[in-house]
């Protein structure tokens, strides 16, 4: 097996020794275990009470659950895939450029879509409440991405650090 820690031509520049060490960190276990176990219970719900809730919803709250039911587990199953690459990477069974290759990043995905589906409202509790838990863990995973693999010339911009720029450009701090 080649070394993972050398830096390889990238895309900007990433630290490589960073995404090591944080594939090796605490931090990175306790997402990846908080990952994997949402995922688990997603799946359990869905196949279990969840499949009977949606029985008993009208027509256009099951096609809502329907439409949600599959965003959650298309990004639930984004972030595993991800966080199964990075422990690919620390454990040496794959190469750093190819973890930051497009197709294994998050960042290239859209954040949290912005349309609801229509009877959304009449979803299950527990759904709503995996929806909600599996968008933070995705937006997580997702700037830990961005952070891990983008480097300061990255060609996609940050729309938070350029509203403060331009907050500081136009008061002076």
Do not use: C
């Not at 931090?27 to 799946?43: I, S, Y």
């Not at 096609?63 to 690459?85: C, D, F, H, I, N």
Request: proline share 4%; charged share 30%.
């Amino acid at each position: 097996m080649t070394e993972t820690n050398q830096p390889s031509p990238l895309k900007g520049q990433i630290d490589a020794q960073r995404v090591v060490d944080f594939a090796r960190s605490e931090l990175f276990e306790r997402t990846f275990k908080e990952g994997m176990a949402l995922v688990e219970e997603t799946a359990a719900y869905l196949d279990g009470p969840g499949r009977a809730a949606s029985k008993r919803l009208s027509r256009a709250a099951a096609l809502a659950y329907a439409g949600e039911s599959m965003r959650l587990t298309t990004r639930l199953m984004q972030v595993a895939s991800w966080l199964l690459v990075q422990r690919a990477v620390r454990d040496g069974e794959i190469q750093l450029a190819e973890a930051a290759s497009e197709k294994y990043r998050l960042i290239s995905r859209d954040a949290q879509p912005s349309t609801p589906f229509a009877g959304g409202d009449e979803l299950p509790e527990a759904l709503r409440t995996l929806i909600g838990r599996g968008a933070a863990i995705f937006e997580r995973v997702r700037r830990l991405d961005e952070t891990m693999y983008e480097g300061g010339d990255s060609e996609i911009a940050n729309p938070v650090s350029d509203q403060m720029a331009k907050l500081h450009q136009a008061f002076g701090r």
